[in-house]
């Protein structure tokens, strides 16, 4: 499918121990996973989703846009709630995450970090063959709409700090707690 044809896209709350997160997908894979933040102006088209993630969804994907499921939603449902019960290290939910092609190697370098594994920007930078786009990883990974699946949660601050998630940090930390604590991994390279 060409991605300027429209696409029906279906968004639902999904119920997590760290909060409720919206999601959304088209026919070919995931597009959205945030947590609800309860302070952001909600949309009264689209609720639960706010005006920003409606901007963001219509920005990279033509189409209609209306609550509900789908065999992607349901699986997304099914594998959160393995991921919460210690069950489920990888997913393996079809995800769509347009983006430039900057973006998409920071997402796909987001991908290759192992479960229970952390690692700095710069090193993230480093595995994109970029190293000295640490500020653009960041950004990269800022832009990330695909909170837990694709795992900006498990990337911390060159002295293994906290840094920023959209997700708030107290759940980073439950996160990588869930994963089996902060153990910063050296990264290996394929050259």
Sequence with gaps: MLASEAQEIRYTEVPTPLGGMVAAATHTGLCLLEFVDESQPRSTEHPPLSESQVHQIHKHIPGTLGPGTSEILAQLETELDQYFAGERKEFCVPTTFPGTEFQQAAWSALLAIPYGITRSY????????????????????????????????????????LTGYAGLLWRKQALLELEGGRQHGQLSLPF
């Design 122 to 161: 710069s090193e993230q930078a480093l595995a994109i063959g970029r190293p000295k786009a640490v500020r653009a990883v960041a950004k990269a990974n800022g832009d990330n709409r695909i909170a837990i699946v694709v795992p900006c949660h498990r990337v911390v601050g060159a002295d293994g700090s």
